[in-house]
T-cell receptor
């Protein structure tokens, strides 16, 4: 059973557009929700993270929106650039846990 | 800034052989985590260590073992290798000085190929 469900599996966006990736979770013990960006052959790099007491967090062109009641969160990439083309993973972690549980990933391709 | 170092970066082994992967955490980080990522898959947590003690355990096969040493580096030992062990193995580290989120920072990974 996938504890963190991510969609879409792949996404194509025009340069300058907005990329939106959605995730949902069931475990209410999760209290930390990071997003990772991964390029082929590289390790996941922490992009931005949020805790459930905040509904939105913005860092540059990247924004996380968090809906605690719906147990959903999303990543918005504004003014998407070809260099943003990568695989994005949403993830979650409980406050008593070490392990990060990843979604299945979204392969994002930004058209030049 | 210093990052997590993993060695070797690539490793090719035969079935039933053993492999040892090494991880050197970011300086002053005291916790290391190991993840396995199959082709086209999401990373799966294997095991973690805090102050040289195992702190959490995930879906790590009994054929695998790991430890953290006094200098905080960690080694993942894999025995009786199977074809299905071919994957990218990531180490991540964290430390309290990274803020209240205890963010995990990932290394570049070791690509293990079992023939």
């Amino acid at each position: 059973q996938q504890q963190v469900k991510q969609s879409p599996q792949s996404l194509i966006v025009q340069k300058g557009g907005i990329s939106i990736i959605n995730c949902a979770y069931e475990n209410t013990a999760f209290d930390y929700f990071p997003w990772y960006q991964q390029f082929p052959g590289k390790g996941p790099a922490l992009l931005i993270a949020i805790r459930p007491d905040v509904s939105e967090k913005k860092e540059g062109r990247f924004t996380i929106s968090f809906n605690k009641s719906a147990k959903q969160f999303s990543l918005h990439i504004m003014d998407s650039q070809p260099g943003d083309s990568a695989t994005y993973f949403c993830a979650a972690r409980g406050n008593r846990d070490d392990k990060i549980i990843f979604g299945k990933g979204t392969r994002l391709h930004i058209l030049p | 800034a210093a990052g997590v170092i993993q060695s070797p970066r690539h490793l090719i082994k035969e079935k039933r052989e053993t492999a040892t992967l090494k991880c050197y955490p970011i300086p002053r980080h005291d916790t290391v985590y190991w993840y396995q990522q199959g082709p086209g898959q999401d990373p799966q947590f294997l095991i973690s260590f805090y102050e040289k003690m195992q702190s959490d355990k995930g879906s790590i096969p009994d054929r695998f073992s790991a430890q953290q040493f006094s200098d905080y580096h960690s080694e993942l030992n894999m025995s009786s290798l199977e074809l299905g062990d071919s994957a990218l193995y990531f180490c991540a580290s964290s430390g309290l000085d990274e803020g209240s989120y205890n963010e995990q920072f990932f290394g570049p990974g070791t690509r293990l190929t079992v023939l």
